[in-house]
């Protein structure tokens, strides 16, 4: 069998089953917070389709989707890596270099406040 036949024809039966599967056999037990259609903490507003939210759950949505693309593009790197030599190699610590410098960047902008996020977990626990 080639890995096409696989690509095209067992991925998606097996992925198919396998939801077909979590359909059947998973527990369904929805409450309040489940079925709302916000997920960010904030309840709704009945009534009114627009309402005060924070822009930073904006800003950490876009910076996950941005870092989620680029790590993707290091599956191809870590595949092809013994074909492109020295040079692909190069070129994909280039590639990581410019993904840590933007990561400290937004750090350190405070688009992502990692000691925030902890004291969460702290308070959280208590």
């Known amino acids: ?5 696989f690509l095209f024809i067992f991925i998606p039966i097996l992925a198919v089953v396998l939801l077909a599967l979590n359909i059947l056999l998973a527990p369904h037990r ?3 917070s489940k079925v709302s259609a916000y997920e960010c903490g904030f309840s709704p507003v ?3 389709t627009r309402s005060t939210f924070q822009i930073h759950f904006y800003i950490v949505g876009m910076l996950f989707l941005i870092f989620d693309l680029e ?3 290091l599956f191809p790197i870590a595949v092809t890596l013994y074909q492109v030599s020295t040079f692909g190699f190069c070129i994909a610590l280039i590639f990581f270099i410019v993904l840590t410098i933007g990561f400290v960047l937004e750090i350190g902008s405070g688009a992502i406040q990692l000691s925030n996020l902890n004291l969460e977990k702290e308070n959280a626990s208590h």
Do not use: A, K, R, V
Not at 1 to 5: A, D, I, K, P, T
């Open 1 to 5: 069998m080639s890995n096409l036949f």
């Open 30 to 32: 929805p409450d309040e």
């Open 46 to 48: 009945y009534g009114q």
């Open 71 to 73: 790590i993707l593009l």
